[in-house]
């Protein structure tokens, strides 16, 4: 592994349906965090964790949870997914000793129907 | 509240100079950053800047101005492969980023 990995690529989904998207880096970073991406909009952060075993609620938090049990991994779920959680999830993390700058994962687009 | 503006879209000409500009409001500022973000892949990191100022890397510059809250992107000589989205964040007083939408740059031969 190098750098962030994220699964999957890409999924449709039947609403109702629970969903974990996974989250693995490799570069000991603190602080990850998930995104979603959405057409016209900005990078809206989810939810975020500073260090392991802690995590924060961002802008968009409904409907989402979170975990950190360990430094390397962040998985996301959406516990009974709805049409507008369809959207590109992008995990990031960045460490305060490599001043602050966010590394992002390649994403994960879901369809949710 | 929070909010970071900057234009939806520019058009540029290949070998040419383009300015994307952004101003910012947060609670706290700890810094701006600069991403790249090519179609359908993640961004990627150009710049951060804290203190006023110029920062050159290249073909890229980065300007900022804290008292305006106020900062640029300069791209000389354009290439091709600069069509990309361009997007500005600012780091508020908890060092989470507050992201701009995206400058979509299209360049023209």
């Known amino acids: 592994i190098a750098g962030i990995t994220q699964a999957p690529t890409s999924q449709i989904l039947a609403a109702g349906r629970r969903m974990t998207l996974r989250c693995t880096q490799d570069m000991r970073h603190n602080a990850m965090y998930w995104y979603r991406q959405d057409l016209g909009l900005g990078l809206r952060l989810i939810h975020y964790?500073?260090?392991?075993?802690?995590?924060g609620k961002g802008e968009v938090p409904d409907g989402y949870s979170v975990s950190r049990a360990n430094t390397d991994d962040f998985p996301l779920t959406l516990a009974s997914a709805v049409p507008s959680q369809t959207s590109v999830y992008f995990c990031?993390?960045?460490?305060?000793?490599?001043?602050?700058?966010?590394?992002f994962g390649p994403g994960t687009r879901l369809t949710v129907l | 509240g929070q909010n970071i503006d900057q234009p939806t879209e520019m058009t540029a000409t290949e070998g040419a100079i383009v300015q994307i500009n952004c101003t910012y409001q947060t609670s706290g500022f700890n810094g701006l950053f600069w991403y790249q973000q090519h179609a359908g892949e993640a961004p990627t990191f150009l710049s951060y800047n804290v203190l006023d100022g110029l920062e050159e890397k290249g073909r890229f510059s980065s300007f900022l101005s804290r008292s305006k809250g106020y900062s640029y992107l300069l791209l000389k000589e354009l290439q091709m492969k600069d069509s990309a989205s361009y997007l500005c964040a600012a780091a508020d007083s908890n060092y989470q980023l507050i992201w701009g939408a995206g400058t979509k740059l299209i360049i023209k031969p």
């Open positions: 990031a993390s960045s460490d305060s000793r490599e001043g602050n700058e966010q590394f």
């Open positions: 964790s500073n260090t392991a075993g802690t995590t």
